[in-house]
């Protein structure tokens, strides 16, 4: 049996962009109370 690949402790080095899209949602969230300012950031 192959033993699995120990993680580095700590913070991983790189971050992925799931990561700041996570951090970018759990900001922003809070702050709308309806749909149409949620519409309003993510449109271009």
Do not use: S
């Amino acid at each position: 049996m192959v033993p699995p690949n120990k993680r580095e402790r700590g913070r991983p080095r790189t971050y992925t962009d799931r990561v700041f899209l996570k951090a970018l949602v759990i900001t922003i969230v809070p702050r709308l109370h309806n749909v149409h300012p949620l519409l309003a950031v993510l449109e271009p």
